[in-house]
């Protein structure tokens, strides 16, 4: 018998895990699957351009009206839609927050303020400092509740502040809630209720994220503001949403056991990597309240570029944030998912921190 020699680990030695994706560690829900399969024969018809079912299904599941909300083909679809309405000269966002805001401003030609979290204090958003940042000269802020990749969230208390501070100062204010249903208390948080009270508000919300479904590509934003629904309603291209994706939209907004079971895993699966990993001295933990949790690297000379290509071996994809204003190539990013990936992950990471 050949002896054979030892190699190194390979990525096709694992299974491949995004860490990076910031989705429901639980994967598509079975009511999609099934609501798929069942329907395939109607993508033979033209989907409604109206979306009565699917807009109604999200009205319900997001505690509005009807005729507040507004469907998109993703949310970066949607984020550039209001960017291309509001077209505003001046733009205000968080640093450190989603790349897709300051990358759609940048698109539709906008100077854009930032807004430092200091770090010094993990990145929380103190509201009564920002709102002494603003004036007359911004059209738009752009905030994420929770935020991308801090993981930290404000109160809808603070955000009503906000809406109060942007409408005397004539300042559109959206609230990125792609993330808000991994928060554990998340219907006391959502802003969707202030959106009857202050019409220079929107809240983005997406199915991507909580249901894992990015590739039906479904968003949507709740809103009370007629001049702007007419603008949305005529720069909208109708038929932006497929058939299947609006069908599977339905079932899964429907999905009870789905859903909770997801808000418990996550829970659970937050709280035991956060406690596994705090005691190690060589990172910095910022306590996360989303599904994913910002890392910073304190070991010399250790980078995020070599922790990922680390986890890479075993298949594990983190997120890399040296692209991030207001971050570094000391930092990086990942989520939550199942038990048993989580504990090689934490393993893997721990090998090299």
């Not at 033209?46 to 909300?69: M, V």
């Not at 955000?159 to 990125?176: G, H, P, R, W, Y």
């Not at 075993?314 to 207001?326: E, L, N, S, Y």
Request: proline residues 5%; negative net charge; hydrophobic residues 40%.
């Amino acid at each position: 018998m050949t002896k054979q020699s030892k190699s190194p680990l390979r990525i096709d030695q694992y299974e491949t895990v995004l860490y990076d994706a910031n989705l429901n560690p639980l994967g598509i829900p079975v009511s999609v699957k099934q609501s798929l399969a069942n329907n395939i024969s109607s993508i033979i018809k033209y989907p409604d351009i109206y979306y009565a079912n699917l807009r109604t299904a999200l009205a319900d599941y997001a505690g509005t009206e009807l005729s507040s909300i507004y469907i998109g083909n993703g949310s970066p679809d949607l984020l550039r839609l209001f960017a291309d309405i509001l077209h505003p000269k001046k733009a205000m966002v968080l640093s450190p927050s989603s790349t897709e805001y300051e990358k759609v401003l940048r698109i539709c030609g906008s100077e854009i303020s930032f807004y430092d979290l200091p770090e010094e204090r993990d990145f929380e958003l103190f509201v009564p400092e920002l709102i002494e940042s603003l004036d007359a000269s911004l059209d738009l802020l752009i905030i994420g509740n929770p935020n991308n990749p801090t993981s930290k969230r404000i109160t809808r208390d603070e955000v009503e502040k906000l809406c109060e501070a942007c409408s005397s100062l004539n300042i559109f204010l959206i609230v990125d809630e792609m993330y808000v249903e991994f928060l554990d208390d998340y219907k006391d948080v959502t802003a969707v209720p202030l959106t009857d009270r202050w019409p220079n508000l929107a809240v983005l919300r997406s199915l991507s994220k909580f249901f894992a479904v990015p590739g039906l590509r479904i968003a949507y934003a709740v809103m009370n503001n007629e001049g702007i629904a007419k603008l949305i309603d005529a720069a909208t291209t109708r038929n932006n949403i497929a058939t299947l994706s609006a069908i599977a939209g339905i079932e899964m907004l429907k999905d009870e056991a789905y859903i909770e079971n997801s808000r418990s895993t996550v829970h659970t699966e937050r709280s035991l990597v956060y406690l596994a990993m705090k005691p190690c001295r060589t990172i910095k933990l910022y306590k996360p309240e989303a599904n994913f949790m910002l890392v910073r690297l304190l070991k010399d000379g250790l980078t995020s570029s070599q922790v990922a290509e680390h986890c890479s071996k075993r298949g594990i994809m983190i997120r890399k944030c040296d692209d991030i204003r207001g971050l570094s190539n000391q930092y990086i990013r990942f989520c939550f998912m199942n038990p048993k990936q989580n504990d090689l992950m934490v393993n893997t990471l721990l090998e090299i921190v």
